[in-house]
């Protein structure tokens, strides 16, 4: 729709989970292209956020191609009534991401790692979420998060 340059732009994702009783297993892969062209800013694939490298800001870091992968475990640690919702959950997660070609002129982030611990409840106004995400060099975040992430 009025676009002032052509791009090309291919992303993809895939996600599993496999519960064991009140444990889950989640797994997630994602990645972007450019597919060589080049994308204008409102259409950069980000990273940095909950659950998308959680020790940084959100969209910390946007760029032409992106990967990331993450693993997540959590465990039902009380279930509620069921007027108030369904349970509370304690987790955490490790994730590993790439953003090439920054908006800011860099070449690459290379591989950021980080990991995050939570606790969230499904509740029956939905699903509500306190965490702490921690990153190499000392980044760190803090995230309260109402709905999904």
Do not use: C, K
Not at 19 to 44: D, I, K
Not at 91 to 106: K, Q
Not at 118 to 146: C, D, K, M, Q, R
């Amino acid at each position: 729709m009025g676009a002032d340059q052509d791009y090309r732009r291919l992303e993809g994702s895939w996600s599993g989970a496999v519960s064991v009783g009140r444990h889950t297993f989640a797994a997630t892969l994602h990645g972007g292209s450019n597919l060589g062209t080049e994308l204008p800013g409102y259409e950069a694939f980000a990273l940095g956020g909950p659950f998308r490298l959680s020790g940084y800001q959100i969209g910390q870091f946007a760029g032409q191609n992106s990967a990331f992968a993450s693993l997540r475990y959590y465990n039902q640690v009380l279930r509620l009534p069921s007027v108030l919702g369904s349970g509370i959950y304690l987790g955490g997660s490790l994730e590993a991401g790439r953003v090439g070609r920054l908006l800011d002129g860099r070449r690459s982030t290379g591989t950021l790692h980080s990991a995050s611990l939570y606790l969230g409840a499904e509740t029956f106004l939905g699903p509500i979420f306190l965490g702490v995400g921690l990153a190499s060099g000392g980044n760190h975040a803090l995230y309260l998060i109402l709905g999904g992430p």
